[in-house]
C-alpha cells in the first residue's frame, strides 16, 4: 500500500513543510497509534495559474502607429517587438501578444479596448485560455 492510498494531502501547503495527514487507520506504515501522522513533503507541490493568452485582431482602420504605441505602453514590448507583432496581425490577421493568469489578461485586454474607443480607433483584443 502506498502513502496515497492512506493519506490526504492538505491543499495549498508550503513547499518542503511538514504537512498533517488524515489517517483512517494505524496499520501499514509502521507508525504507532500515537503516530501523529506529519509527513515532509519532499516534491515541492508547486500549482500553476491558468493561462490566457491574449490577442490583437487585425481591421482595416486603427492606424499601425496607434497599434505599435499600444503593444509598447500595455504590453512593455520594445518598438521593434512592437513593430513586428503589429505587421504580424497587420498581415495574419491576428497576433498574441502575451501569455498572462487571468486577471492581468483581462487588465490588459481592458486597457486595450478603453485607449482604443477613446481614440476612435475600431481596434479589437481578445482573451483566449490557452
Ligand atoms: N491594418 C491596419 C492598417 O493597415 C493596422 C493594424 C494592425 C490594425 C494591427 C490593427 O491589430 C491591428 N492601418
Redesign the pocket.
Known amino acids: 500500500m502506498t502513502n496515497s492510498d492512506q493519506t490526504t494531502w492538505a491543499a495549498a501547503s508550503g513547499s518542503g513543510q511538514p504537512v498533517k495527514a488524515a489517517r483512517e487507520d494505524e496499520g501499514g506504515d509502521g507508525g504507532s497509534k500515537f503516530d501523529t501522522g506529519t509527513i515532509t513533503r519532499t516534491k515541492p507541490k508547486t500549482q500553476k495559474p491558468n493561462l490566457y493568452r491574449v490577442l490583437?485582431?487585425?481591421?482595416?482602420?486603427?492606424?499601425?502607429e496607434?497599434?505599435v504605441l499600444v503593444l509598447q505602453d500595455v504590453f512593455n514590448k520594445t518598438r521593434e517587438e512592437a513593430t513586428r507583432i503589429?505587421?504580424s496581425?497587420?498581415q495574419k490577421g491576428v497576433?498574441e501578444c502575451g501569455v498572462y493568469p487571468y486577471e492581468v489578461a483581462e487588465t490588459k485586454v481592458t486597457r486595450v479596448m478603453d485607449t482604443a474607443r477613446k481614440n476612435q480607433h475600431p481596434?479589437?483584443c481578445v482573451m483566449e485560455k490557452q
Open positions: 490583437l485582431l487585425n481591421d482595416d482602420y486603427t492606424p499601425m496607434f497599434v503589429m505587421y496581425v497587420h497576433g481596434l479589437q
